[in-house]
């Protein structure tokens, strides 16, 4: 089978192991993967952001946790999905965390936050 061009189609000649028929193709194709991942790393980091200011702001300046109703958090538009990385304790508690807060599920309404240090 011919192998073709990944950006502009056109038959590759030449070297078996080219991905791109010029320096023009190739050029092209890093443009469109840093743009992805610059997108892709906007829309998350927002996400990550946001997420981080609520927790922020439920516990406040001093306290070290607070626990919370979780619709307040749904109220907030948290997204629980998105977070920095998760740790399990030795009760078998996930914590997710946005940097160096976290919050794991205290029970079936109750969000603990706590702050990290
Ligand atoms: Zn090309």
Redesign the pocket.
């Known amino acids: 089978m011919e192998k073709t ?6 038959p590759l000649k030449g070297r078996t192991d080219k991905i ?3 320096a ?2 190739k050029n092209q194709y890093h443009k469109y993967v840093r743009y992805a991942s610059k997108t892709a790393a906007i829309e998350i980091n927002g996400y990550l952001k946001r997420n981080y200011a609520i927790l922020w702001e439920l516990l406040g300046t001093n306290k070290t946790q607070v626990k919370v109703y979780r619709n307040i958090l749904e109220k907030k538009k948290f997204r629980f999905k998105y977070h920095t990385h998760f740790h399990i304790n030795s009760s078998n508690k996930t914590f997710f965390y946005v940097y160096d807060l976290a919050w794991m599920e205290f029970s079936d309404d109750e969000i603990l936050i706590v702050r990290k240090r």
């Open positions: 061009c990944k950006i502009c189609a056109k791109f028929c010029s023009h193709c």
